[in-house]
């Protein structure tokens, strides 16, 4: 446990909070849903860095009616008493300079996460107010800000029972920083379940008092990271059971639980100290390093791999592999601001040392496990030396012969940072935004008839695939996942790849097969923010006087009708019933289109999505496609 020696005093200060609103984007990635959604992620991890350190057992967080978030641990409580270095109380030194916090000094936070310990100062600069109460020493204080600004000094509100600790933060985001005020509660509460998995002592729970969205949830996973590898994989074909081991090394904690199962890709979940590294890191190095060594050996020791044999590569020994790998590190390393990749040699080195001795500890116990997983090995070998000739093939071929088979009709310019590619639904729309496009920056490739569900396909059937060997060749930047790895997202085309189908049930499953292809087989585009969907109009309304306008969902129709009387109505039943300027003025020109950057937020909620949209069940694909169509965000 941390020192219990929390003070005014274990606030350290090291910079102003003057950059923040001038850019928001270096603390919190955007100014969209995902930058809204990490302000309360930002509170939240201060809370678990509390429950880490030995003094919080419960975290609550609420999506008020008025818009605010609520936030609530019972924790320490932030210290109220002055801070030496500033003479200020600590709690307003924590909410209104950047990086000051108690993770900084020595004995206060042993781990912590948080955005380099400068959260709650960050998530204070860019709220429209925010007020923290804390409880500590029998006392309850509180304190007011508005717009980073101290509205209030610190003042003591009431009474409460000694042992009755903890904090309380609500904000209310400023609308002059970010897009639009509202939190995606689905992607809140898988944080927190995912949050909940790491943390098996920690409950946490999620209350939602929106109208219309009422909900409570609570998450406590007392069988930690292996509820998760179990939950991830619910609905699979499992070839082994889940393998689990947790040591520490040189004052780093490494927790690792992995399953194979029938299918023919990987999924690694890498975290350091409760941080999804979306992007991985040392760690994930690390581990997949030493499990393909590990594989190899005990191979060849049990004669499987002969003499003349080369090695298994690791996209052989991770096919099918379902993982999480959870570290914890006294003083973490991230690439980028909003850390999603590790970058500690020293994570790298531990994780390695410790996975590889507790792999050989597990195997010389479980030997029909271990030939199981050499056998998932061998049969991804045998499909890899066969498809490895049809890969070559269609990646030596230029990145600019994409338009012999007439699919493709490219942009002018080579400057990838301009130009975009819009993959349409049909010849019949694809023509019309042939015509309606800018010809200098946007790139269009009809799609005809429906795209391969990679779910189960064999690599020779991916990449035979006339429609996807298209993209991969008009992309330019290779092939990612399984055989090859030979993705450079620095190759890359296009700045934005844009998917425009018509909005109908036959769209949305164009749009899910798509999403599927990439996520599994290019996910850099999606982590890198390159992919987006188009949000056509559903209708078109002209009234007695005035100008018509462009309805996107049934809920602007009910809402246009209440207001109007007496207007024609056109229902768009496709893209190809819009001739070119309509297609330009709802969905091609960056001023007036809208559309919807695909993101990916944390692990479980993309495996789940992922196994969703790419399973049997018809109807909860087309709910999920129709359901975040409305979260669309205006790109101007």
Same mark, same amino acid.
């Given at each position: 446990?941390?020192?219990?020696?929390?003070?005014?005093?274990?606030?350290?200060?090291?910079?102003?909070?003057?950059?923040v609103?001038?850019?928001?984007?270096?603390y919190?990635?955007?100014?969209?849903?995902?930058?809204?959604?990490?302000?309360?992620?930002?509170?939240?991890?201060?809370?678990?860095?509390?429950?880490?350190?030995?003094?919080?057992?419960?975290?609550?967080?609420?999506?008020?009616?008025?818009?605010?978030?609520?936030?609530?641990?019972?924790?320490?409580g932030?210290?109220?008493?002055?801070?030496?270095?500033t003479?200020?109380?600590?709690?307003?030194?924590?909410?209104?300079?950047?990086?000051?916090?108690?993770?900084?000094?020595?004995?206060?936070?042993?781990?912590?996460?948080?955005l380099?310990?400068?959260?709650?100062?960050?998530?204070?600069?860019?709220?429209?107010?925010?007020?923290?109460?804390?409880?500590?020493?029998?006392k309850?204080?509180?304190?007011?800000?508005e717009?980073?600004?101290?509205?209030?000094?610190?003042?003591?509100?009431?009474?409460?029972r000694?042992?009755?600790?903890?904090?309380?933060?609500?904000?209310?985001?400023?609308?002059?920083?970010f897009?639009?005020?509202?939190?995606?509660?689905?992607?809140?509460?898988?944080?927190?379940?995912?949050?909940a998995?790491?943390?098996?002592?920690?409950?946490?729970?999620?209350?939602?008092?929106?109208?219309?969205?009422?909900?409570?949830?609570?998450?406590?996973?007392a069988?930690?990271?292996?509820?998760?590898?179990?939950?991830? @994989?619910? +609905?699979? *074909? =499992? !070839? %082994?059971?889940? &393998?689990?081991?947790?040591?520490?090394?040189?004052?780093?904690?490494?927790?690792?639980?992995?399953?194979?199962?029938?299918?023919?890709?990987?999924?690694?979940?890498?975290?350091?100290?409760?941080?999804?590294?979306?992007?991985?890191g040392?760690?994930?190095?690390?581990?997949?390093?030493?499990?393909?060594s590990?594989?190899?050996?005990?191979?060849?020791?049990?004669?499987?791999?002969?003499?003349?044999?080369?090695?298994?590569?690791?996209?052989?020994?991770?096919?099918?592999?379902?993982?999480?790998?959870?570290?914890?590190?006294p003083?973490?390393?991230?690439?980028?601001?909003?850390?999603?990749?590790?970058? @500690?040699? +020293?994570? *790298? =080195? !531990? %994780?390695?040392? &410790?996975?590889?001795?507790?792999?050989?500890?597990?195997?010389?116990?479980?030997?029909?496990?271990?030939?199981?997983v050499?056998?998932?090995?061998?049969?991804s070998?045998?499909?890899?030396?066969?498809?490895?000739?049809?890969?070559?093939?269609?990646?030596?071929?230029?990145?600019?012969?994409?338009?012999?088979?007439g699919?493709?009709?490219?942009?002018e310019?080579?400057?990838?940072?301009?130009?975009e590619?819009?993959?349409?639904?049909?010849?019949?729309?694809?023509?019309?935004?042939?015509?309606?496009?800018?010809?200098?920056?946007?790139?269009?490739?009809?799609?005809?008839?429906?795209?391969?569900?990679v779910?189960?396909?064999?690599?020779?059937?991916?990449?035979?695939?006339?429609?996807?060997?298209?993209?991969?060749?008009?992309?330019?930047?290779?092939?990612?996942?399984?055989?090859?790895?030979?993705?450079?997202?620095?190759?890359?085309?296009?700045?934005?790849?844009?998917?425009?189908?018509?909005?109908?049930?036959?769209?949305?499953?164009?749009?899910?097969?798509?999403?599927?292809?990439?996520?599994?087989?290019?996910?850099?585009?999606?982590?890198?923010?390159?992919?987006?969907?188009?949000?056509?109009?559903?209708?078109?309304?002209?009234?007695?006087?005035?100008?018509?306008?462009?309805?996107?969902?049934?809920k602007?129709?009910?809402?246009?009708?209440?207001?109007?009387?007496?207007?024609?109505?056109?229902?768009?039943?496709?893209?190809?019933?819009?001739?070119?300027?309509q297609?330009?003025?709802?969905?091609?020109?960056?001023?007036?289109?809208?559309?919807?950057?695909?993101?990916i937020?944390?692990?479980?909620?993309?495996?789940?999505?992922?196994?969703?949209?790419?399973?049997?069940?018809v109807?909860?694909?087309?709910?999920?496609?129709?359901?975040?169509?409305?979260?669309?965000?205006?790109?101007?």
């Amino acid at each position: 446990m941390a020192s219990n020696n929390y003070d005014g005093n274990s606030i350290s200060v090291l910079e102003g909070l003057d950059p923040v609103r001038k850019r928001p984007g270096m603390y919190i990635g955007s100014v969209g849903t995902k930058g809204l959604n990490h302000l309360i992620y930002e509170i939240v991890d201060n809370s678990v860095d509390e429950h880490l350190a030995g003094y919080c057992s419960e975290i609550k967080v609420t999506l008020e009616k008025d818009g605010s978030a609520t936030i609530v641990d019972n924790g320490r409580g932030i210290p109220v008493d002055l801070n030496e270095q500033t003479g200020r109380p600590a709690v307003e030194v924590v909410f209104t300079t950047l990086h000051a916090g108690g993770k900084f000094g020595d004995g206060n936070y042993k781990i912590s996460g948080g955005l380099h310990g400068v959260g709650s100062s960050v998530v204070n600069a860019l709220s429209l107010w925010l007020e923290v109460d804390v409880k500590r020493d029998g006392k309850i204080y509180n304190q007011r800000y508005e717009q980073g600004k101290i509205s209030y000094d610190l003042k003591q509100v009431g009474t409460c029972r000694k042992n009755d600790t903890g904090t309380t933060v609500r904000f209310f985001p400023d609308g002059e920083i970010f897009e639009k005020i509202y939190f995606k509660a689905d992607a809140i509460k898988s944080r927190l379940h995912e949050t909940a998995y790491l943390n098996p002592e920690l409950t946490i729970v999620f209350e939602n008092k929106r109208v219309g969205e009422e909900e409570t949830v609570t998450f406590h996973e007392a069988d930690g990271i292996k509820a998760f590898i179990s939950d991830m @994989n619910k +609905d699979k *074909e =499992k !070839v %082994t059971d889940i &393998i689990y081991f947790k040591k520490e090394s040189d004052g780093i904690e490494v927790e690792v639980a992995f399953q194979y199962i029938n299918e023919f890709t990987e999924n690694i979940s890498g975290f350091c100290n409760n941080i999804y590294t979306q992007e991985g890191g040392t760690h994930i190095t690390g581990f997949k390093s030493v499990l393909t060594s590990t594989i190899n050996q005990y191979a060849r020791e049990l004669g499987i791999l002969k003499e003349k044999d080369n090695n298994f590569t690791g996209a052989d020994v991770r096919n099918g592999l379902v993982a999480v790998v959870a570290v914890k590190h006294p003083d973490p390393r991230f690439e980028g601001q909003t850390k999603t990749k590790l970058d @500690n040699p +020293d994570a *790298e =080195k !531990v %994780t390695k040392n &410790i996975t590889g001795e507790q792999l050989t500890l597990f195997f010389d116990k479980n030997l029909e496990t271990l030939k199981n997983v050499i056998s998932c090995a061998e049969k991804s070998a045998k499909i890899r030396k066969a498809e490895e000739r049809t890969k070559t093939n269609l990646l030596t071929k230029s990145k600019f012969s994409i338009d012999s088979n007439g699919k493709l009709s490219n942009c002018e310019s080579r400057k990838p940072e301009e130009c975009e590619i819009f993959i349409v639904e049909g010849d019949s729309a694809g023509g019309s935004a042939k015509s309606a496009r800018n010809r200098r920056t946007q790139a269009i490739m009809p799609i005809r008839g429906k795209i391969l569900n990679v779910e189960k396909a064999t690599m020779d059937k991916v990449l035979a695939n006339a429609e996807i060997k298209t993209m991969i060749n008009a992309f330019g930047c290779g092939f990612s996942e399984g055989y090859g790895n030979d993705f450079d997202i620095d190759k890359l085309r296009f700045n934005k790849i844009i998917i425009m189908t018509d909005a109908d049930v036959d769209g949305a499953h164009i749009d899910t097969l798509l999403l599927t292809f990439f996520y599994r087989f290019m996910p850099e585009l999606i982590t890198h923010g390159h992919v987006y969907l188009a949000t056509p109009p559903l209708y078109k309304v002209v009234p007695k006087k005035g100008e018509g306008e462009y309805l996107y969902d049934d809920k602007a129709l009910e809402k246009y009708r209440k207001n109007h009387k007496g207007f024609t109505l056109q229902r768009y039943k496709g893209l190809g019933e819009m001739d070119a300027d309509q297609l330009w003025d709802t969905t091609l020109n960056p001023e007036t289109r809208i559309l919807k950057q695909v993101e990916i937020e944390d692990a479980k909620m993309a495996s789940d999505i992922t196994s969703m949209l790419m399973g049997s069940e018809v109807a909860p694909r087309r709910e999920f496609i129709y359901t975040h169509a409305t979260d669309a965000e205006l790109d101007i």
